[in-house]
């Protein structure tokens, strides 16, 4: 094999639980409410720790790329830019909150997930549908939230380690919990020579390897004031500095992500809780290269969460601020504009059969002026384990400055985009087992989409609808996890499909556990993709799929080995045309947890 890469995670391995499929995960994504997993109306995934730890990917884009009704897109291999889609939706359709922080850039409307490592993620959330009704703008696709690393315990964990592309790393982290104060500090470096991110027919094509580093840290902090009251203050910063060789240049790209926030949590009353958050997010971009610049998005953010418990359920209601400030050396018409909201909803129980959940949301955008957006949804409960859950909900994204200002390459007359979707589902679980079945069906309006000449334009309307299929069963020492998505993303106009969406796309991982042994095989299949709004022939990316294996053993209680071999057969296939993705690579782990 010609590339070998070792990478050292950071966290232990935990045991198999025989009642890992028992629902009780606590969520608040979903309605902004803490509920178990199992009560949820609306469709909701968990990530959650051990999973993260035990899947031992080393990108966050390779972690969503492996759940089901998402997917991924990449121009190059690791820190190059990388996207989430939701169900057919466009990239900047998926809202990416940082423990409830906004770090996307208003520039380009998406948020640079190539530069939020693992190393610093406790768990992961993820909401598939509209969510405006709940966070506002951009939530059309859906939701993804990202919880930092929190104190659990008492204890330190480092790393490092070093491999092919000439990939070294570093990491370590603090938890303590003493008394009324918990906290949580870590902190990583990775660095790599990477490949060539393009390939010839780029019109900016470099068979020059395109190199990445990175450093970051986050911090959590927590005061209990009383056994319900809490304060606290949450930091995080990713920087990442990318190579990318482009014609006969080599530029970089300096990108660092940040968001800081200061908490209140108190308990008003025996049935009133109050939140009260306050904080920033940012995401600087320098570039160098034959295109210079930088651009600087900054997003100050207030909120005041108030939830009040009823005999059968709970009531939310609240307010929040959002300023995003544009800083740029290009000139744009305009650089800042403020979203003044209100959104109140209903959380309901009845029996622990009947699950209700309503929301209203308004938002005031200096630009654009008010938009209105909710949702509704309905579940019910089976003895056998079985729940059927009906949602339908509406959402809007503003244009981004780049879609409204770029010079050239910009339209000030855009509309924001409108959507309305209804889903309907089945879940069944137990505590081996856990079955989920989704139809959804989201029509949006005025969909932003460019041109051939670049140029943002509103289509009348798109269509996407289609199934979502997930299926987990824990079995003696296996564990087996399916996701399969038939979906039509289309041009409502046209009938052609949208960028970059496959009609089909699904996964398969098989585990088994033997003594200290865990090894275990993944696999992903995606159907053909057009790299065009016209569905140009020439733009067509043929469908792909790779296989991974994967190994652990535990050498004591401290210790543990871990191997990963990505893309077994050397696959090669384009996330993005003229793009390269990284072919067979094997890369082995040795994690110490004191």
Same mark, same amino acid.
């Given at each position: 094999?010609?590339?070998f ?30 509920e ?6 609306e ?19 390779q ?5 089901t009704?998402?997917?991924?897109t ?24 940082v423990d409830?922080?906004?770090i ?21 959330e ?11 703008s ?29 990939t070294k ?5 603090l ?24 390939r ?14 990175? /450093?970051? %840290?986050?911090?959590?902090?927590? *005061? ?6 809490? &304060?606290? @203050? +949450? ?21 660092v ?21 306050a904080?920033s997010g ?40 959002l300023?995003?400030?544009v ?6 018409l ?7 909201? /209100?959104? %109140?909803?209903?959380?309901g129980? *009845? ?6 959940? &309503?929301? @209203? +949301? ?29 949602d339908m ?16 390459f ?10 309305t979707?209804?889903?309907?589902g ?26 051939q ?85 020439a ?38 045309q003229?793009?390269?993705t ?13």
């Amino acid at each position: 094999m010609k590339r070998f890469f070792l990478f050292f995670p950071f966290l232990s391995l935990p045991a198999w639980a025989d009642d890992m499929f028992d629902g009780n995960e606590i969520v608040v994504t979903a309605s902004r409410m803490p509920e178990p997993i199992s009560s949820a109306v609306e469709d909701v995934t968990v990530i959650t720790h051990e999973e993260i730890v035990r899947g031992g990917q080393s990108t966050l884009a390779q972690l969503l790329q492996f759940q089901t009704g998402i997917e991924i897109t990449s121009n190059g291999g690791i820190g190059q830019p990388s996207a989430v889609q939701i169900r057919g939706s466009g990239s900047s359709h998926t809202l990416v909150l940082v423990d409830g922080m906004r770090i996307d850039s208003a520039t380009t409307g998406t948020t640079a997930i190539e530069n939020i490592p693992l190393d610093q993620i406790d768990h992961i959330e993820i909401v598939k549908g509209p969510a405006s009704g709940l966070y506002g703008s951009e939530a059309i696709g859906g939701v993804i939230q990202i919880f930092t690393k929190k104190a659990k315990g008492n204890g330190f964990t480092a790393s490092a380690g070093y491999g092919g592309y000439d990939t070294k790393s570093l990491s370590a982290g603090l938890q303590e919990v003493s008394g009324k104060n918990d906290l949580s500090l870590n902190a990583g470096y990775l660095q790599s020579g990477g490949f060539p991110a393009t390939r010839p027919g780029n019109f900016s094509y470099n068979p020059a390897n395109d190199a990445y580093r990175n /450093a970051n %840290a986050s911090l959590d902090y927590a *005061l209990h004031l009383t056994a319900e009251d809490e &304060a606290g @203050i +949450r930091l995080f910063q990713s920087a990442g500095n990318t190579q990318f060789a482009d014609t006969q240049v080599i530029g970089l790209n300096h990108d660092v992500l940040s968001s800081y926030s200061v908490y209140s949590k108190n308990r008003i009353t025996a049935s009133w809780e109050s939140l009260l958050t306050a904080g920033s997010g940012e995401d600087h971009l320098v570039s160098s290269g034959n295109f210079p610049g930088y651009f600087t998005t900054n997003q100050n953010q207030l909120s005041w969460q108030n939830d009040f418990t009823l005999e059968h359920g709970k009531i939310m209601a609240g307010l929040e601020e959002l300023d995003q400030h544009v800083t740029s050396d290009t000139a744009y018409l305009l650089t800042s504009r403020s979203i003044s909201s /209100a959104f %109140a909803g209903y959380q309901g129980n *009845l029996q622990d059969r009947h699950f209700m959940q &309503a929301d @209203i +949301r308004v938002d005031k955008n200096s630009q654009f002026g008010t938009y209105r957006t909710g949702n509704a949804g309905y579940a019910y409960r089976f003895d056998s384990g079985y729940k059927v859950r009906f949602d339908m909900g509406t959402a809007f994204k503003a244009p981004t400055f780049n879609d409204l200002y770029y010079p050239g390459f910009s339209n000030p007359n855009l509309l924001p985009e409108k959507s309305t979707s209804r889903e309907v589902g089945l879940d069944y679980v137990s505590a081996s087992r856990h079955l989920g079945l989704t139809y959804f069906d989201n029509q949006i309006r005025d969909m932003i989409i460019l041109d051939q000449f670049f140029v943002p334009q509103n289509i009348d309307s798109a269509r996407i609808h289609g199934v979502e299929v997930s299926y987990q069963e824990s079995f003696s020492a296996y564990r087996l996890d399916c996701g399969l998505t038939l979906q039509n993303p289309v041009d409502s106009q046209t009938g052609y499909l949208l960028q970059r969406h496959a009609r089909q796309f699904g996964s398969v991982k098989l585990s088994r556990e033997l003594d200290a042994w865990r090894a275990g095989l993944e696999w992903f299949a995606s159907g053909y993709r057009f790299d065009s709004a016209s569905q140009n022939p020439a733009t067509r990316l043929g469908g792909y799929n790779f296989l991974n294996l994967t190994a652990s053993r535990d050498l004591s209680k401290s210790w543990r080995l871990d191997a990963r071999w990505n893309n077994l057969f050397n696959k090669h296939y384009e996330l993005v045309q003229y793009y390269n993705t990284p072919g067979s690579n094997l890369f082995v782990s040795l994690t110490y947890k004191m």
